[in-house]
């Protein structure tokens, strides 16, 4: 029992808040990083077998097991005193087995006091890990506006849903990853394993959809022209430059909120893999962690873009001070400013699961990432570009562009780089797919002489290696991809993410020897036919062919 003890107590100083949120959410599989965490294979290799034990309760048992004297040290509250104060004016919750006085911080707590209530007189760790980390429990505390009243005796008895007992089964039966094939696999899974909150947040779009489900379709409608009996290298190059840095893959991981919900270690699994494959991870504003808490982990070759937009008119009038803050990472080699959040979209999906299930945790936490439509955020203007480029030496790059001529006022302005882009259909619906925008905007370019002076990037739709192949022989740098990873991580962590890019990249090196090219710098507009791609939703049906056609499997689930 002593070994074992030793094992757990050396575990849980890793990161107590992520095995929590594992153990409750059934992350049996997670995979940690070794050299990171600091910790050895072994210790390691307990991570399902804690996983399990929390659950089983078997963890609380073994904190309530401290030695004697310990415990006569320290001030215990039980389960039942704490569920008397569950009140507005008399609140206590327990979190990561403390239990704190909260009264006073309801009235100021950011996203009201009702989100805290929901917990009052119970255990709010889950909720609470699913959006913040222990720093900014400790910073709470600094403030004095909660009180630490002691450690928790007892446990609170959990009542599981019943989606929460199906999400447990299913991670118990996950099919193993060398069962996914594609993204869709890895979306199938996802579905299985979060809750439909969750995913649904993840996947909806505004209103009828119709922007999220054309930006996919764009690329379907576009064919190739392959050129026969090339003289190709046997090894084929699919390294190049984006923003002036070597990657070995034009692609970058985009920048999306909410990570953690996929995931307890959230964005750590997307740096991580990135850097394991030498692409850019765009690092999103509303970081789960602490900017120098995520940032301080990050190896110092690694690359990294770093994202923001502006939630209030406040954030706006001090947009220098957070310039100079990201100019402080080092690994940060570019600036990428969302301009198309001025509202956020009407994501009607999205809304309708939340009010499906309203008293559900995860639920609650999404309303405070995603208002649809309520939120009047702050709107970028090309004076407050000019702010930014006087705040850095950093380039400079506009995500969210949706019409050619936006690119060619930036090209003429100085901007480093544009990301066509419709949020991933997230905001406007009907606009127009970015690989639409793509061909518009690379014609406007040479028309003014323009087409070497700005990056085009673009994100949305994209879930193939082919699909990549197409937006670089239009013009682009690079291709950017959001919802795949977060569908890759809910599943398999840092080691979908991975498997993921690695998909991709030989699915890119198999299209590119089919083409006949072998290097990156090769692949250009003479080899695709877009005749098509204005032709939007165009349908072709064949009764007999349809029901013949063998539709491909998912991966089953094991028994």
Not at 441 to 454: H, N, P, S, T, V
Not at 530 to 546: E, G, M, P, T
Request: charged residues 25%; glycine residues 6%; proline residues 3%.
């Amino acid at each position: 029992m002593m070994s074992f003890r030793k094992s757990l107590q050396s575990l849980t100083k890793i990161r107590t808040s992520y095995i929590g949120s594992i153990a409750k959410r059934g992350y049996s599989n997670l995979t940690l990083n070794a050299p990171k965490l600091k910790t050895s294979p072994n210790t390691l290799k307990l991570s399902a077998a804690v996983a399990s034990l929390v659950s089983a309760g078997i963890v609380a048992a073994y904190y309530q097991e401290e030695d004697s004297a310990k415990n006569d040290a320290i001030n215990w509250v039980s389960v039942d005193e704490i569920m008397k104060h569950n009140t507005l004016n008399d609140c206590w919750v327990a979190i990561h087995g403390q239990v704190f006085d909260v009264s006073e911080f309801l009235q100021l707590h950011p996203g009201g006091s009702s989100r805290i209530l929901k917990f009052a007189g119970g255990d709010a760790t889950k909720s609470f890990d699913t959006m913040h980390t222990e720093d900014v429990l400790k910073r709470i505390i600094e403030t004095k506006s909660i009180k630490l009243l002691g450690s928790l005796r007892g446990e609170f008895k959990e009542q599981l849903t019943a989606e929460e007992i199906a999400i447990f089964e299913n991670r118990q039966r996950i099919p193993s990853i060398d069962k996914i094939f594609n993204v869709s696999d890895f979306e199938f899974v996802a579905k299985k394993v979060l809750p439909k909150s969750t995913f649904f947040y993840y996947a909806t779009g505004a209103s009828d959809e119709y922007s999220l489900r054309e930006n996919h379709y764009a690329y379907k409608r576009v064919f190739f022209r392959p050129k026969m009996l090339q003289d190709l290298a046997e090894d084929i190059d699919t390294s190049t430059e984006m923003m002036g840095n070597k990657v070995d893959i034009p692609i970058y991981i985009t920048a999306f909120a909410g990570a953690k919900l996929a995931h307890p270690l959230g964005e750590y699994n997307l740096q991580r893999a990135a850097y394991q494959w030498n692409i850019m991870q765009m690092v999103p504003k509303q970081l789960c962690f602490g900017w120098d808490e995520f940032m301080a982990d990050v190896p110092e070759d690694q690359k990294q873009w770093f994202q923001l937009h502006f939630q209030t008119v406040q954030e706006l009038d001090e947009i220098e001070e957070t310039i100079k803050k990201v100019d402080s990472y080092k690994t940060v080699k570019g600036i990428f400013i969302n301009v198309d959040v001025g509202e956020l979209g009407h994501r009607e999906k999205d809304s309708k699961a939340r009010a499906e299930t309203s008293n559900d945790a995860s639920a609650d936490i999404l309303s405070s990432i995603a208002d649809n439509g309520k939120a009047k955020y702050g709107a970028v203007t090309w004076k407050h570009l000019e702010r930014v480029r006087a705040s850095t030496d950093l380039p400079i790059a506009l995500k969210g562009v949706q019409r050619g001529e936006d690119v060619v006022l930036a090209a003429e302005r100085g901007i480093n780089g544009v990301i066509l882009s419709n949020h991933g259909g997230r905001q406007l619906d009907f606009s127009r797919p970015p690989l639409e925008v793509l061909v518009e905007a690379r014609q406007m370019l040479k028309e003014k002489g323009l087409e070497d002076k700005i990056d085009i990037y673009l994100d949305g739709g994209v879930r193939r290696g082919s699909d990549v192949i197409k937006a670089l022989c239009l013009g682009a740098k690079g291709v950017g991809m959001g919802r795949p990873f977060l569908y890759a991580m809910a599943g398999y962590g840092e080691e979908g993410v991975s498997k993921l890019i690695d998909l991709i990249k030989t699915e890119m090196v198999n299209h590119m020897k089919l083409l006949g090219v072998d290097n990156i710098k090769d692949l250009n507009e003479e080899l695709v036919d877009v005749k098509n791609l204005q032709f939007r939703s165009a349908i072709v049906s064949d009764s007999l062919y349809d029901k013949a056609y063998e539709e491909m499997p998912f991966p089953e689930f094991r028994k």
